[in-house]
């Protein structure tokens, strides 16, 4: 009832902005320009400043403000035409037209088309989360910015400042500093997944051909990932390829994490999608993976600390033996080997995430967490399997940092100095000069360099 009350809420007010300038019943060209000069004037100061935070380079700026100053002149041309035009005489045929066939057409394509229980995008869950710290949000956003002035090499900073922005709604500088930060890290899935998601938030949930090219090359690095699954689902139904769409949301909901805040919504969707292609959805959807409900935890809160270990040992029991029998689930393997991890179980963790380096060798972060894995496993030493594994790491991204010092100190030990302390010295040049642990790094290069 309360979406009714709210529609027709709407339709009066869209009705009244069309009618109110047939009924007033004069020409209203010259305030409308007025208007868009003073929106094109405020255009030009906000290219000024994102040109002075550098937001934008200084082509950039050239070519804005150029096409501003464009609309700037066309929008006076207009006013002044304006000026001498006659009034125009309200046609009250047409306002009576417009008052009736626009809520009777409205009505009638919403009850074709309309779906007022359609659930959410999953972001618009997690950007609300941010609406009530702005001022934190901006007070971090200006920190990031001045760090970056003189770090402006460092990846984790412009992954932060792209989601502060992502949660401040400001989707277009989200994607702007996605991009600078792929610039420093070309292959990261996770920053690529980024840039997609805030293309499409700017683009008003509509999945561009750009967005779209993006998630499907998350896709190539990560067969399983629910973000690029979710919106390539959705890329498809805004196409109109319903099968297509719904094989990506069974793919989804197949490997997703138990209560994970995004199932409900994919689910819907996919039922809505089965149902419009003739078929049941019960039939053809997988069950969500289940997880401890919100009474399993609330009552772990009381539990004591042995208890508590026990069910988490279950959980986790039960996520292991569901995997023999879907060896393929590359999400599933990662979160059991970090929950082994958690466990302090580190033979557990470095055996499933052997498992996930299978399904995934070309994913340079599946690989690293892996290696550590390996090296847990073995009293945080180095081993030959793990140097193995960071030397895949360098085949993928040859500028990685961990791989290059951790391939090059084992190849300095094993007696290959100078290759060694090469490739350390280029893992050294990419850490800022305030790291907290430089200073003991470049220490040890020198051991290795001088031998001693």
Sequence with gaps: ???????????????????????????TLRDASDFDMEVYRDQLRQVERD?????????????????????????????????????????????????????????????????????????????????????????????????????????????????????????DKAAQVYEKALVLDGG?????????EAQVLAARGVVTPEA?????????????????LF??????????????????????????PPNAAWVKAAHDRAARTATALGLDPATVLPAPAKGPSAGDMAAAQSMSPEDRQAMIESMVAQLAARLKEKPDDLNGWLRLGRSYSVLKKDMEARDALAKAAALAPE?????????????????????????????????????????????????AEAGDRAAGTAKMEQALDQIPENAPNRDALAKRLEELRTGK
Aim: glycine share 8%.
């Design 1 to 27: 009832m309360t979406f009714w009350i709210v529609a027709a809420l709407i339709l009066l007010a869209v009705t009244a902005v069309l009618l109110w300038p047939l009924l007033r019943g004069r020409a």
């Design 51 to 171: 040109h002075a935070e550098g937001l934008i380079d200084d082509r950039a700026a050239e070519a804005a403000r150029a096409e501003v100053g464009r609309r700037l002149l066309a929008a006076d041309a207009r006013r002044a035409a304006a000026a001498e035009r006659p009034a125009v005489r309200p046609d009250r045929t047409v306002a009576l037209a417009i008052g009736v066939l626009v809520p009777v057409c409205a009505l009638l394509l919403y009850a074709d088309l309309g779906t007022p229980d359609m659930p959410g995008f999953p972001f618009k869950e997690r950007t609300a989360q941010g609406g009530g710290r702005t001022p934190e949000l901006k007070v971090l956003e200006a920190q990031l910015r001045k760090h970056l002035e003189g770090e402006p090499t460092d990846l984790r900073a412009w992954s932060m400042l792209a989601r502060t922005y992502m949660q401040l709604d400001q989707y």
């Design 188 to 196: 990261n899935a996770e920053l690529m997944a980024g840039l997609a």
């Design 212 to 228: 779209r090219q993006g998630f499907e090359a998350v896709l190539k690095k990560e067969p399983h990932s629910p973000r690029a």
């Design 231 to 256: 919106y390539l689902a959705t890329a498809d139904e805004q196409a109109g390829k319903l099968q297509a769409a719904l094989d990506r949301w069974k793919t989804l909901l197949g490997s997703a």
């Design 363 to 411: 994913n340079k972060d599946v690989l690293l967490l892996y290696g550590r894995a390996i090296r847990a496993a073995a009293g945080n030493k180095q081993t030959p399997e793990s140097t193995a594994v960071m030397r895949q790491v360098l085949g993928i991204d040859p500028k990685n940092v961990e791989a290059l010092w951790l391939v090059g100190m084992a190849e």
